[in-house]
């Protein structure tokens, strides 16, 4: 036997023999009777949680996948959009054809891919 | 009294969970009690934190897929609310600048507690180690509990849960060794 377990059980017999292992703590009178039905009653209040819908977690790639299209769509569109104008237009000029075309193309791309917001705040909140 | 492995059968139909959780509150209750209590040593305390164990327990249900013995996955929950409760009572301890050098006085004072200066004493050197080291004492010291079964409650190797146990038995020796 290594030494290292000699001298635990040796520090452990001690420890026994000084002090015991008898359980010093008691509970009032009849609290386990109570118990049960005190826990019960609390259960009883609060609903378990619904299992999480099984259908955001399988859409959960299928809606990341569509945001990246979004996200790519909304960049080509807004390069093209700038490129297409003149040099000499006016800068809020350019920025309202931008804006007007990027919320065209973003519900364009929303409708082609059938996801809606509910489905992309479903996906943003919740966790993995 | 069903087995455990009945038990988790039976948590499976989401009808009967209410009635099987009932079942399991009057089954273990009394044994996740004696863990939380002397972890926490008061009685209300250890009622306060049974009862959170409890319902974290009933609203996890979910979770449980029986990988692990029932008894296990609720001794786990026990623990780490054991173990939570204490870290914040040390927070509110140094905030008002108490410490521990009055526990066996205040345990001997306990109206639940029926222990002699001693074992007082005793649980005045268990309170004084840290979390992990009193965690695998009171298991170990007065549960008698497998290493194997503490390492799949603690998620800790074998090896790990008797080097903290040596430790915490040699200073709690060294204590009453300084006493005698």
Known sequence: MHERQKSMINEE???VERVGRENPFRVPEGYFDTLV?????RVDAT??????KARVVWLRPVLYAAASVCALFFSVTAYHAFNRQPADAPVAQQMETVSHQSEDSFEEAADYLMVDNQDIYACLSSDY | MYTDEELSA???NPERQRNVFEAIVRQYSEQLYWTIRRMVLSHDDANDVLQNTLLKAWNGLSTFHGESKLSTWLSRIAINESVDFLRRQKARATLSTDDDSGLANTLLADEYFDGDETQ???QEAVAKLPDVQRTVFQLRYFED???SEMSRMLNTSEGSLKASYHIAVKKISDFFKSHD
């Open chain 1, 13 to 15: 017999r001690y420890l």
């Open chain 1, 37 to 41: 039905s005190e826990v019960m009653a």
């Open chain 1, 47 to 52: 609903a378990p949680p619904a299992p999480r």
């Open chain 2, 10 to 12: 039976l948590l499976q």
């Open chain 2, 120 to 122: 007082a004493l005793l």
């Open chain 2, 145 to 147: 509990m497998k290493y």
